[in-house]
Nanobody
């Protein structure tokens, strides 16, 4: 079973930056489109960004120009560089495949942006 481990979250002031990492066991990240999702309290899960095996990227309108998704297939790791963070970015962030998700979600990493 694939195991996903997210890290890199924290508490930052508005305008700050964080870099999230998602490491996967096995080799699925070498071939799959991988996405970052987030869930804020009281809200549904939201797709933030995704990256194909070939490196093509897509972003939610709310993060375009501020977030950058990248991947290191050799390390089975996907990253999310988040700049100019806003309080509305506060959420638990998760990685998984896209469009179909793996059953085994990771524990996520909490991002909290203070105003």
């Amino acid at each position: 079973q694939v195991r996903l481990v997210e890290s890199g979250g924290g508490l930052v002031p508005a305008g700050g930056s964080l870099r999230l990492s998602c490491a996967a066991s096995g080799s699925i990240f070498k071939i799959a489109t991988v996405a970052w999702y987030r869930r804020a309290p009281g809200k549904q899960r939201e797709l933030v960004a995704r990256i194909t095996s070939g490196g093509s990227t897509t972003y939610a309108d709310s993060v375009k120009g501020r977030f950058t998704i990248s991947r290191d297939s050799a390390k089975n790791t996907v990253y999310l560089q988040m700049n100019n963070l806003k309080p509305e970015d506060t959420a638990a962030y998760y990685c998984n495949t896209w469009p179909g998700v793996l059953d085994a979600w990771g524990q996520g990493t909490q991002v909290t942006v203070s105003s």
